[in-house]
């Protein structure tokens, strides 16, 4: 599928320092760890042989910067998603993008989220769909817009997937933290109140799927594809090798909600499309799948392949999937256990997460109504 060719008002982008992931604004309190310098022509993007991007935002609190490098084209250009808790309630004006080299900026976009973890529809510049809030490099003014994720990308030639676009974020503790992805290695560590075997830090981790309503759906083994903050066992990150070892990743708060952007070597999921959306789509008005829920079933069961065999599910319905904010659950007492009784423990051991699209009616083996943690209303 092809994005509209949107360009901006005006362009040119001027010198900027970047960092990765971090800001250099000294009226953000945030610390700056220096990164590549897409003006530099040896960047350490460059010399990967990928593409160097910058994304500098302003507003009345002050600039923030971004920079980073966009991954391999072919492999999966979709993947870069940067949220950070330390700007999500600033207010910013506008936007000024830089892509280099030349080659790779006529391809690259970037779309702003106002929900966490990219989560959600795309902030529309323009207060319209018709851009599909995806913008190529250059300069750009908007009212005043808070934005708590930046998802920078390559369009390489996506095909588009049939399904609901649905992101699944877990977080080891309670209240959604840590809320920043860290690697949990020397330079980028946290105490995540976990110890199950010595090891306290752990990283929040996410799913992102195409899923077709009333379908199987991703059975997801998030223990053996483990990441934090992209950083593997096979990169040699000995934190994420040792919960692998012990046999779980712990869960302490969930979110999940509609996604409409892209990700890996995919397009959109064709029933969450940003712009020109067949109508209706599944979270427009009059979608025939208002009385569906999402339901996402956790299991810490070895090489588990049976959806009726789990430890505790999150069900979120129609309304609070597509909200603003998504489902939310900051602890686990709004999970359920198969015989319909809350789950009180904490953290949630899991190898697998598999999610549903189906009827809120079906599905569960409970002996009471459940309740979603974000809404507090029985289905």
């Known amino acids: 599928m092809e994005l509209p060719r949107r360009w901006p008002c005006r362009h040119g982008h001027g010198s900027a320092a970047v960092v990765l992931a971090s800001s250099l604004a000294s009226s953000f309190a945030f610390s700056a760890a220096l990164g590549p310098s897409c003006n530099d022509p040896s960047n350490e993007c460059r010399v990967l042989g990928q593409g160097c991007a910058s994304l500098r935002l302003s507003g ?44 790779s900026a006529i391809t690259s976009y ?3 989220f106002s929900a966490d973890y990219c989560s959600g529809r795309p902030v529309y510049i323009d207060g319209g769909d018709g851009d599909a809030g995806a913008y190529l490099p250059g300069d ?13 990308y390559y369009w390489a030639d996506r095909a588009n997937k049939p399904g609901v676009g649905i ?3 877990l977080w080891p503790d ?18 995540a109140g976990v110890d199950w075997f010595g090891q306290k ?6 799913g992102i799927y195409c899923i077709e309503p009333d379908e199987m759906g991703p059975n997801d083994g998030f223990l053996q594809r483990l990441d934090f903050a992209g950083s593997t066992s096979s990169q040699g990150n000995d934190v994420v090798q040792s919960y692998q070892d012990w046999g779980s990743y712990p869960v302490g708060s969930v979110a999940i909600q509609a996604f409409y952007s892209v990700a890996g070597e995919h397009g959109y999921c064709e029933q969450t499309m940003p712009y020109k959306q067949a109508s209706p789509g599944f979270c427009d008005p009059g979608s025939p799948y208002s009385a569906y829920c999402v339901w996402t079933r956790f299991s810490d069961v070895a090489d588990n392949g049976d959806w009726d065999t789990y430890d505790a599910q999150a ?24 015989d319909g009784s809350a789950y009180s423990d904490w953290p949630l051991p899991i190898k697998y997460a598999w999610t549903r699209i189906m009827p809120c009616g079906m599905g569960r083996r409970l002996g009471q109504p459940v309740r979603n943690a974000s809404r507090g209303v029985p289905y």
Not at 201 to 206: N, Q
Request: glycine content about 10%.
């Open 60 to 103: 009345g609190g002050g600039d923030l910067v971004r920079t980073w490098c966009l991954g391999e084209f072919a492999d999966s250009p979709g993947n870069t998603f940067d949220t950070n808790g330390a700007w999500g309630d600033q207010e910013f004006t506008s936007m000024s993008f830089f892509v280099e080299p030349a080659e």
């Open 315 to 338: 069900v979120a319905d129609h309304q609070s999937v597509c909200s603003e904010q998504g489902a939310m659950w900051a602890n686990l007492k709004g999970l359920t256990r198969p």
């Open 167 to 169: 992101k699944l974020v």
């Open 110 to 112: 970037v779309s702003l």
């Open 174 to 191: 309670n209240d959604f933290l840590p809320y920043d992805q860290v690697t949990c290695l020397a330079d980028d560590w946290v105490d």
């Open 201 to 206: 830090c752990a990283s929040g981790v996410d």
């Open 140 to 152: 750009y003014s908007f009212g005043p817009t808070v934005v708590k994720c930046i998802h920078p």
